[in-house]
């Protein structure tokens, strides 16, 4: 049984920052490319970022590129995002997502398997 567990959220300021991790088990780790999703209250899923399997290539989302950075350590089976310079606005529902195959992805329907989801708050 394929589980993607994400942890790491919470409640933050303006400016904090904060490191997400998902804990994939049940596929093998290293042949599938990983992603962020997020969702905050009344919008759509918006793609946050994404790694190749082999973490050579990661490619962010315009409005966190250059505060959010997507990293993966294969023998843990564990892919994180690091979160700095938090704002209001990055309040949402963060998922991870996987996909078999050597590519980045930043479309949700392109995903495989998801984790349930850690709630980020930053407050103002």
């Known amino acids: 049984q394929v589980q993607l567990v994400e942890s790491g959220g919470g409640l933050v300021q303006n400016g904090d920052s904060l490191r997400l991790s998902c804990a994939v088990s049940?596929?093998?780790?290293?042949?599938?490319?990983m992603g962020w999703f997020r969702q905050a209250p009344g919008q759509e899923r918006q793609f946050v970022a994404a790694?190749?399997?082999?973490?050579?290539?990661?490619w962010e989302a315009s409005a966190v590129r250059g505060r959010f950075t997507i990293s993966r350590d294969n023998n843990k089976n564990t892919v994180y995002l690091q979160m700095n310079n938090l704002k209001p606005e990055d309040t949402a529902v963060y998922s991870c997502?996987?996909?078999?195959?050597?590519?980045?992805?930043?479309?949700?329907?392109?995903?495989?398997?998801w984790g349930q989801g850690t709630q980020v708050t930053v407050s103002s």
């Open positions: 790694v190749t399997w082999a973490g050579t290539v990661t």
């Open positions: 997502a996987a996909r078999r195959g050597s590519g980045y992805y930043t479309a949700a329907y392109e995903y495989e398997y």
């Open positions: 049940g596929l093998t780790f290293s042949n599938y490319g």
